[in-house]
């Protein structure tokens, strides 16, 4: 299913993608970003694994587990790629939706907190805000990609 993920979110960024080699963006899109960043996540079995997951929620289980990750990108899920954020340790989703693949980027809690702050939103990268949009142009400050 990774190979089913990567392909989908290389054709949602493949529109952009023509606009911005040129630009000297750092990245076409949200789904380019999580492609150029991101990391690989899998559940094991004692994951905690929900239908439906607000932003909120997993960014407070990575808050109150210890090595925690709040990590936002993009799962597979009936047959496509859907945004998605979890709570993981290491590389393993500890909390989140149920998904057959999780591509993500783990990001550093300052960084959510100045964006959430600026954006009103629970989301970091997958909110959609327009505010983001320097994220995409100049790549992510320094220290918000946790390894």
Excluded at 45 to 52: C, E, V, W
Excluded at 74 to 95: F, I, L, M, N, S
Aim: aromatic share 8%.
């Amino acid at each position: 299913m990774h190979d089913q993920l990567t392909a989908a979110l290389r054709a949602l960024e493949a529109p952009f993608r023509t606009l911005v080699d040129d630009s000297g963006w750092a990245h076409a899109s949200m789904e380019g970003l999580v492609l150029d960043l991101g990391r690989w996540f899998a559940p094991t079995a004692t994951t905690r694994l929900t239908p439906q997951l607000t932003f909120s929620v997993a960014a407070s289980e990575a808050a109150r587990i210890t090595g925690g990750l709040y990590v936002e990108g993009y799962v597979w899920v009936d047959g496509h790629a859907e945004p998605a954020a979890w709570c993981g340790v290491g590389d393993q989703v500890v909390y989140g939706p149920e998904a057959g693949a999780y591509l993500g980027v783990p990001l550093a809690p300052h960084f959510c907190r100045r964006i959430q702050q600026r954006n009103g939103t629970a989301a970091v990268l997958m909110s959609k805000h327009p505010k983001l949009l320097p994220l995409l142009k100049d790549g992510l400050p320094r220290g918000a990609v946790l390894s």
